[in-house]
């Protein structure tokens, strides 16, 4: 039914913070492991680019697992959704639709919003740090 294809995703429909939660312990403990083998680098650009490409792949893993949380929206588009009044049988059918609409979006935005803070808190600011480190290593050298 219309209803069950709407609430399909990647990962199980339960609430995405059940799902984003473990991901973030697990990512920060591999982070944290592999930041103090980083940070004992003596070069300090080394060092700066090296920091830069771990946080790149935590972030990369994180958003992966936000991609997961994302409704399988192709099937809006697809499945026999009422095309006309006639087609509403009951109230009851309409309300599901609409329901099943509404997880649909719900989900999509709540998957937007930790997309969003994690891009622009965790990928701006380590992109504001390596940039920072680059300028400092290269005053150094003139």
Same mark, same amino acid.
């Given at each position: 039914?219309?209803?069950e294809?709407?609430?399909k995703?990647?990962?199980p429909?339960?609430?995405?913070?059940y799902?984003?939660?473990?991901a973030?312990v697990?990512?920060?403990?591999?982070?944290?492991?592999?930041?103090?083998?980083?940070?004992?680098?003596?070069?300090?650009? %080394?060092? +700066?680019?090296?920091?830069?490409?771990?946080?790149l792949?935590?972030i *990369?893993? !994180? #958003?992966?697992?936000?991609?997961?949380?994302?409704?399988?929206?192709?099937?809006?588009?697809?499945?026999?959704?009422?095309?006309?009044v006639?087609?509403?049988?009951?109230?009851?059918e309409?309300l599901?639709?609409?329901?099943?609409?509404?997880r649909?979006l719900? %989900?999509? +935005?709540?998957?937007l919003?930790?997309?969003?803070?994690?891009f622009? *808190?965790? !990928? #701006?600011l380590n992109?504001?740090?390596?940039?920072?480190?680059?300028?400092?290593?290269?005053?150094?050298?003139?």
């Amino acid at each position: 039914m219309l209803s069950e294809a709407l609430s399909k995703t990647v990962l199980p429909d339960v609430n995405e913070i059940y799902i984003i939660g473990p991901a973030i312990v697990l990512i920060g403990i591999l982070f944290f492991a592999f930041r103090v083998r980083i940070v004992r680098e003596s070069d300090p650009l %080394r060092k +700066a680019f090296r920091l830069y490409e771990l946080h790149l792949a935590a972030i *990369a893993a !994180f #958003l992966t697992v936000v991609w997961f949380t994302f409704p399988i929206t192709s099937v809006l588009r697809t499945v026999d959704y009422p095309k006309a009044v006639e087609n509403i049988r009951s109230p009851e059918e309409l309300l599901e639709v609409l329901q099943s609409y509404n997880r649909a979006l719900v %989900r999509t +935005a709540a998957a937007l919003h930790w997309f969003i803070l994690v891009f622009v *808190a965790w !990928f #701006l600011l380590n992109t504001y740090r390596f940039c920072k480190a680059v300028v400092s290593v290269l005053s150094e050298k003139e």
